[in-house]
């Protein structure tokens, strides 16, 4: 099983990126997929999530109205689109999933996901 994520980069505040997630061993149909960011000297946050299966999402507060997350079955594959991105959304952002997680709804520790994404960086600023 690999996670893929790309499309990190330097955005101005207010400006948008579109992030990409390709799984391969896995399928959208069966396994939630999952977007964590981790800013320099925090902890790893889950910011969002999608289910296919479930026709679920989860965002937290943070990025609510301002990130859209979705998924293409036939590229297996999740974006996150990034819009009026502030310099707060600085951070690796990482793509993660689990096995016998099918849906957005089960909150499980960050070590207990089998699966991550090597990260990618953005990094908002002026």
């Known amino acids: 099983v690999q996670l893929q994520a790309s499309g990190g980069g330097l955005v101005q505040p207010g400006g948008s990126l579109r992030l990409s997630c390709v799984a391969s061993?896995?399928?959208?149909?069966?396994?939630?997929i999952n977007w964590f960011r981790q800013a320099p000297g925090k902890e790893r946050e889950r910011i969002s999530c999608?289910?296919?299966?479930?026709?679920?999402?989860y965002y937290t507060g943070s990025v609510k109205g301002r990130f859209t997350i979705s998924g293409d079955r036939a590229k297996n594959t999740v974006y996150l689109q990034m819009n009026s991105l502030e310099p707060e959304d600085t951070a690796v952002y990482y793509c993660?999933?689990?096995?016998?997680?099918?849906?957005?709804?089960?909150?499980?520790?960050?070590?207990?996901?089998?699966?991550w994404g090597q990260g990618t960086l953005v990094t908002v600023s002026s």
């Open positions: 061993g896995i399928t959208l149909e069966s396994t939630a």
């Open positions: 993660a999933a689990d096995s016998s997680l099918p849906t957005c709804g089960i909150v499980i520790a960050n070590d207990e996901y089998d699966y």
């Open positions: 999608i289910s296919i299966s479930a026709d679920d999402t």
